[in-house]
């Protein structure tokens, strides 16, 4: 009996290394962006970095953290420390500047950020897929899908 279930059929379509690919270019671009963004507008980033009564300067340590560990992400190079990374500044970000939870904006944030750190974990455990450096560098001829993973699809011939 064949599984019609519709993850069943993505699977067959989609390969779990073509779409941890995509994910982890999902939740690497951002990372990426706002580095640079935090770069490019470092004065005003010092003055909000200030705001939860961490020092300005601080922002030169965030920007190269973000963007480094998000094209680690988005690359798959030394993805899971930099999954690990990205997860909790996301934690750590959103508690310091987006605890507000009764400004209705805040609260998107607050949601988001929490959202990429689940997703962040996720990648964590499944690790970068096929398509990544660190894929490649240790052979590019098998996954480096977390084991469950393998078992699940295993399971499924």
């Given at each position: 009996?064949?599984?019609?279930?519709?993850?069943?059929?993505v699977?067959r379509?989609?390969?779990?290394?073509?779409l941890?690919?995509?994910?982890?270019?999902?939740?690497?671009?951002?990372?990426?962006?706002?580095?640079v963004?935090?770069?490019?507008?470092?004065?005003s980033?010092?003055?909000?970095?200030e705001r939860?009564?961490?020092?300005g300067?601080?922002?030169?340590?965030?920007?190269?953290y973000?963007?480094?560990?998000?094209?680690?992400?988005?690359?798959?190079f030394?993805t899971r420390?930099c999954?690990?990374?990205?997860g909790?500044?996301?934690?750590?970000?959103?508690?310091?500047?987006?605890?507000?939870?009764?400004?209705?904006?805040?609260?998107?944030?607050?949601?988001?950020?929490?959202a990429?750190?689940?997703?962040?974990?996720?990648?964590?455990?499944?690790?970068?897929?096929r398509?990544?450096?660190?894929?490649w560098r240790?052979g590019?001829g098998?996954?480096?899908?977390m084991p469950?993973?393998?078992?699940?699809?295993?399971?499924r011939s």
């Amino acid at each position: 009996m064949t599984d019609r279930s519709i993850p069943a059929r993505v699977l067959r379509i989609f390969p779990s290394d073509l779409l941890l690919l995509v994910a982890r270019l999902f939740l690497g671009a951002p990372f990426i962006t706002f580095g640079v963004m935090k770069f490019l507008h470092h004065a005003s980033m010092a003055s909000y970095v200030e705001r939860a009564g961490v020092p300005g300067w601080f922002v030169w340590v965030v920007i190269p953290y973000q963007a480094l560990a998000g094209l680690g992400v988005a690359v798959g190079f030394q993805t899971r420390l930099c999954a690990f990374l990205l997860g909790g500044f996301c934690v750590v970000a959103t508690l310091l500047y987006h605890s507000n939870i009764a400004d209705l904006g805040e609260l998107s944030n607050f949601t988001k950020d929490f959202a990429t750190a689940g997703g962040f974990v996720c990648l964590w455990l499944c690790g970068p897929g096929r398509f990544s450096l660190d894929g490649w560098r240790s052979g590019a001829g098998r996954s480096s899908t977390m084991p469950l993973l393998a078992q699940t699809e295993a399971g499924r011939s």
